[in-house]
């Protein structure tokens, strides 16, 4: 017949730590009340493109640099398009910043406009 350890049961109960802080197990301090989590403002999200970008090394070594960032929460680097998206508080950090992290990290950036890379096509009238 196998014996159980009395200490399992005790850390079970929550009677241990009642016993070691000298109370009784029917005094033992109620859980502390959740508080919700402060609200954080919505992110900014700004698109970076790469021109020179040329490996995964340096599209991780560009996430890292980003990442360090004070108020950038997120950053998604794809090598294969040479694009980013980065999520960051604007409070915290600026657009400057971000392409100063990643000339920092070797590799230049420069904000991503839709409209410089595809221009608006020409309407062509008739037939």
């Known amino acids: 017949m196998r014996r ?13 730590g009642a016993l070691l802080l000298g109370a009784s197990p029917g005094l033992a301090a109620p859980p502390a009340k959740k508080q919700p989590p402060a609200k954080m403002p919505a992110p ?7 021109p020179q970008l040329r490996s995964r090394a340096e599209a991780d070594r560009v996430t890292v640099a980003l990442l360090a960032l004070d108020g950038v929460r997120r950053v998604v680097v794809d090598a294969r398009t040479r694009l980013a998206v980065v999520d960051y508080d604007g409070a915290q950090v600026s657009l400057e910043r971000l392409l100063a992290a990643s000339v ?14 595809f221009p608006t096509p020409i309407k062509l009238t008739g037939g």
Not at 44 to 50: I, M
């Open 4 to 16: 159980r350890s009395v200490l399992p049961c005790l850390l079970r109960l929550g009677l241990l």
């Open 44 to 50: 900014l999200k700004k698109q970076l493109e790469f």
């Open 104 to 117: 920092a990290a070797g590799i230049e950036a420069r904000e991503y406009a839709l409209k410089s890379r």
